[in-house]
T-cell receptor, first 110, second 118 residues
């Protein structure tokens, strides 16, 4: 069945360092979404990528969708303590199910 | 304000008892979902529903049941057949459940219910 793998599972960085999390799907995706879950909270939608090779930016966050639409990455430049949380990717084919990655838990050390 | 309400936030049950988790949305979304979250395993889909009176099993439906009698409500029952029910349960909704394009409506999540079964 559909699988979305995400690495790393945990990442500790000093404040100001960069951070990247990667998602890989076993099958071609129609789109991929990214969510952030703060400690004790619920996932909140960040962005959706649809096109092959697409790159989108939100301030210090850069999202990429691979050319083959099977992988994606989220890069945060100059992390801040407000970036703490778990970042999930969620892949979808043209249907109704979202296949979530296992998440990357980011800790930012002040 | 529109949103998704899950209740209760914490729930404790004895083994062998069925328990129902509530999920209500006033976003007028067509699709609703139930996910289970365990440490290190991400979110796993239990059931989803695209329209009233219709629902489909997700990847881990065994030991769970749902109903969708109203558009706004999608309760989840954790039955005694669920072997490892202790978990964090998240309900979500999206504007359209079935997409023929490459775009999918984002999921809006409730605050979750943390179920502990002893």
């Amino acid at each position: 069945g559909q699988q979305v793998m995400q690495i790393p599972q945990y990442q500790h960085v000093q404040e100001g360092e960069d951070f990247t999390t990667y998602c890989n799907s076993s099958t071609t995706l129609s789109n991929i979404q990214w969510y952030k879950q703060r400690p004790g909270g619920h996932p909140v939608f960040l962005i959706q990528l649809v096109k092959s090779g697409e790159v989108k930016k939100q301030k210090r966050l850069t999202f990429q969708f691979g050319e083959a639409k099977k992988n994606s990455s989220l890069h945060i430049t100059a992390t801040q303590t407000t970036d703490v949380g778990t970042y999930f990717c969620a892949g979808s084919n043209t249907g109704n199910q979202f296949y979530f990655g296992t998440g990357t838990s980011l800790t930012v050390i002040p | 304000d529109g949103g998704i309400t899950q209740s209760p936030k914490y729930l404790f049950r004895k083994e062998g008892q069925n328990v129902t988790l509530s999920c209500e949305q006033n976003l007028n979304h067509d699709a609703m979902y139930w996910y289970r979250q365990d440490p290190g395993q991400g979110l796993r889909l239990i059931y989803y529903s695209q329209i009233v009176n219709d629902f489909q099993k997700g990847d881990i439906a065994e030991g769970y049941s749902v109903s969708r009698e109203k558009k706004e409500s999608f309760p989840l029952t954790v039955t005694s057949a669920q072997k490892n029910p202790t978990a964090f349960y998240l309900c979500a909704s999206s504007r359209t459940g079935h997409s023929r394009s490459s775009y999918n409506s984002p999921l809006h999540f409730g605050n979750g219910t943390r179920l502990t079964v002893t």
